[in-house]
């Protein structure tokens, strides 16, 4: 009997549970949607089914603080090695086929198969973690802590915001205490374009933890309203601190990634390199990431044949929609022609493929279209999107989609709204002026036109044009 019979055998889905009825309601999913905090702690087992401490005994100290470990990778960003999930994995299968009323157990593997799905870009973990984790809040309908968070997690991870929103301030009604439950919140009011609310909640969650983890989370906040410089050092601070002589662990190779990832919006490509590269090794294998973070540093460094090599081997290693556009788009600099129309072909597969696991894969789908196929469904694919998740990601989408369409008097309007301030569009990013300044020049503001083209050249001269996804 698989784990999804055993889980059937608890009880029938309801068919909106299933993976195709929220699935069927979005088209896009996460590129980099993280989470970075810290440790989320698991609670032994409650004998819910009478059996008392000698199941409990089973899992042993070794599996339950691996299982502690894989929560808290998903729900926090701090990432376990594949080998503990792959463990996890297995051993809490093992567990809730004999123990089908666990509902810890069925939480933690909930999560571990995310966490799975993360690495591997398996987006067929996805339905398998929900109805794990759905199995464990019917069984524990009340104060489930473990299952909200993992399924804010799995929302986040589909680019399911208001799910996610839904779960995580429930999470958070029931344990203000955890504050793993507000970094996913905070993804959460960022996907939504509910910039307040994101800071606020960042506040709430330095109360309750102010160490290194959680401040390497709080710091993509101050990222995004313009502190570039103080996200930057506490990206870099957290990820040194986890960093010994034999390499980072799969914590701190992630979060090298990710100051990769801030320094590469500086325009800091050699040292976007070097992040990247850290982020690609020590015993956990690095993070799945940091392949596609070395190839965008490398080509925007010149070296083109060794950032298609690393786009290639990322790809290899775990299947990205987003990461196959951008290898697309290289190939296309390139006069690749042939190789960028197959690439093109592969990222339609892969978008169709998320979409059948119910992950939202709209702005990656938006951006092809806008660039290298029709901009007039690019349009209606960022229209649906912009009224379910109005977020500056998605504004700048569209506002660059209408351009590519012809239609600049509106694509002004969400090119404005992405770099609003007073709308939470603080965030320095030269993807977004660049837009803005050819769309003002389009309409004929050739003076703000050109100021912000030469923001978008100051912030990342590496930023000339496109703004797909290799931008």
């Known amino acids: ?86 463990s996890v994995v297995r051993e809490r299968e093992a567990r809730v086929r004999a123990r089908p009323r666990d509902h810890v157990s069925w939480a933690v593997l909930g999560v571990a198969y995310v966490e799975r799905a993360r690495r591997t870009g398996g987006v067929g973990d996805y339905p398998r973690a929900e109805r794990a984790l759905r199995t464990s809040l019917r069984l524990r309908p009340s104060g489930n802590a473990d299952a909200l968070e993992g399924l804010t997690a799995l929302a986040v991870a589909r680019r399911d915001f208001r799910a996610a929103q839904r779960w995580g301030e429930e999470a958070v009604r029931v344990a203000p205490g955890r504050w793993t439950s507000y970094a996913l919140l905070i993804d959460a009011y960022d996907g939504l374009g509910r910039y307040k609310a994101a800071r ?149 597969e892969l978008v169709a493929r998320s979409a059948a696991a119910g992950v939202n894969e709209s702005l990656v789908l938006g951006a092809l279209e806008t660039d290298h196929g029709s901009p007039t469904v690019a349009v209606r694919v960022l229209r649906a999107e912009w009224e379910r998740q109005p977020g500056l990601r998605v504004a700048d989408a569209l506002g660059w989609a209408l351009h590519r369409a012809g239609e600049d008097e509106r694509a002004l309007g969400f090119a404005r709204r992405a770099t609003d301030r007073a709308r939470g569009g603080e965030v320095r990013s030269a993807v977004y002026a660049y837009h803005r300044g050819v769309i003002e020049r389009a309409v004929g503001l050739e003076a703000a036109g050109m100021r912000h083209l030469e923001e978008a050249r100051r912030l990342n001269p590496h930023v000339v044009g496109g703004g797909g996804a290799g931008a």
Do not use: K, N
């Not at 029938?12 to 999913?29: I, Q, T």
């Not at 870099?236 to 979060?255: F, N, Q």
């Open 1 to 86: 009997m698989s784990v999804d019979d055993e889980e059937r055998a608890v009880r029938p889905w309801p068919a909106g549970w299933r993976a195709g009825g929220r699935g069927r309601r979005v088209v896009w999913a996460v590129v980099g949607c993280f989470v970075l905090g810290g440790v989320l702690m698991v609670v032994p087992p409650d004998g819910g089914d009478g059996s008392g401490g000698r199941e409990a005994r089973v899992v042993g100290a070794a599996g339950a603080e691996a299982g502690a470990r894989v929560t808290a990778t998903v729900t926090a960003g701090v990432p376990a090695a594949p080998s503990e999930v792959a």
């Open 200 to 348: 606020a909640t960042r506040d709430r969650m330095l109360a309750v933890d102010s160490g290194p983890a959680a401040r390497a989370r709080a710091a993509l906040v101050s990222w995004d309203q313009g502190a570039r410089e103080d996200a930057a050092a506490a990206l870099s601070d957290a990820a040194a601190a986890e960093t010994s002589a034999a390499g980072p662990s799969a914590a701190g190779a992630a979060w090298w990634v990710r100051a990769g990832e801030l320094a590469w919006e500086r325009g800091e490509a050699e040292q976007s390199l070097r992040y990247c590269e850290a982020g690609g090794s020590g015993a956990a294998g690095g993070d799945p990431e940091a392949g596609a973070c070395r190839g965008r540093a490398l080509a925007a460094l010149g070296r083109t044949a060794e950032g298609v090599r690393a786009y290639r081997s990322a790809l290899a290693r775990r299947p990205s929609a987003e990461v196959a556009l951008r290898l697309g788009e290289l190939y296309e600099s390139l006069g690749r022609a042939r190789e960028a129309r197959e690439q093109y072909g592969v990222v339609r």
